[in-house]
């Protein structure tokens, strides 16, 4: 199954470039380094570039997001059409200190089970948030991991309105955008189960008032979503409406194409 996402960074879309808080980056990385040999990394995306190549978009462990020519790579006969593929755990290799480097080795690694189904519109929305929001060359290896525990969790038909929640709460606190749910930012106390708030999405929870357009949440989501306990059917029903609102505003109200797809087959 194919589906078109967006082609490129959020320069490319017109959009403002969002940069991540800072990261501790690893000896070498970033352009630093003109080669990187085994690094473990996936396709989000991949374009045609004149007649025999591609360019691809890569999430990497230790380097980010970056932007690799694959050289021959649509030759009827290239190894590198059939490895380079999304949702499959690769070891890769570069070369190059510009924006655009060269790849020079991609090998399939496994570990993972395929995602089917409603599971592969998941992992299209999750690459779609990633090339959206993630700067390139910002390392974030954690919310590498988490993204790779996520592909698995998918597969395994873990509940996937659960599995997406947690991931795109991972990502707005890997990108540095995601506020303390917990506090209220004006009352500088913590956040009561029993009480409505909505969630400043530059400033964290605030009690609701009744001129309010954003939407309101129970304390209880709040906590719970700190806590990562998606469990109560209200949590994840109130969590769906603030992860949407909050993406929202980071993608200064971009349509998500997976997005759309996703609330109009599963109302994920």
């Given at each position: ?36 040999s085994d690094q473990p ?73 395929p995602l089917e189904k ?151």
């Amino acid at each position: 199954m194919t589906m078109e996402l967006p082609t490129g960074s959020q320069q490319d879309a017109g959009m403002p470039v969002r940069h991540s808080a800072p990261t501790t980056t690893p000896r070498g990385a970033h352009r630093e380094n003109p080669r990187v040999s085994d690094q473990p990394a996936f396709v989000l995306h991949s374009l045609p570039y004149k007649e025999t190549s591609l360019i691809v978009e890569v999430f990497s462990r230790d380097y980010g997001r970056i932007s690799l020519m694959a050289k021959g790579a649509k030759r009827p006969h290239s190894r590198l059409r059939s490895v380079l593929q999304t949702f499959q755990p690769l070891s890769m290799g570069w070369a190059g200190k510009s924006e655009m480097r060269t790849l020079t080795s991609a090998e399939w690694v496994g570990g993972l089970m395929p995602l089917e189904k409603s599971a592969l519109l998941c992992g299209f929305y999750l690459n779609e948030l990633l090339i959206k929001l993630l700067a390139r060359d910002d390392p974030h290896p954690m919310l590498f991991d988490h993204y790779v525990a996520t592909l698995n969790q998918l597969a395994h038909d873990e509940p996937a309105p659960i599995v997406l929640r947690r991931f795109e709460r991972a990502l707005l606190k890997e990108t540095g955008v995601a506020a303390d749910l917990s506090y209220c930012t004006v009352t500088r106390e913590r956040v009561e189960a029993d009480k409505l708030y909505v969630v400043d999405p530059e400033l964290g929870p605030r009690p609701a008032r009744p001129a309010d357009a954003w939407p309101r949440m129970s304390g209880k989501t709040l906590l719970d979503m700190d806590a990562e306990d998606y469990s109560d059917t209200v949590t994840q029903a109130q969590s769906k409406v603030l992860m949407r609102f909050l993406l929202a505003h980071q993608l200064n109200h971009a349509q998500l194409n997976t997005r759309q797809i996703l609330i109009d087959l599963m109302q994920l």
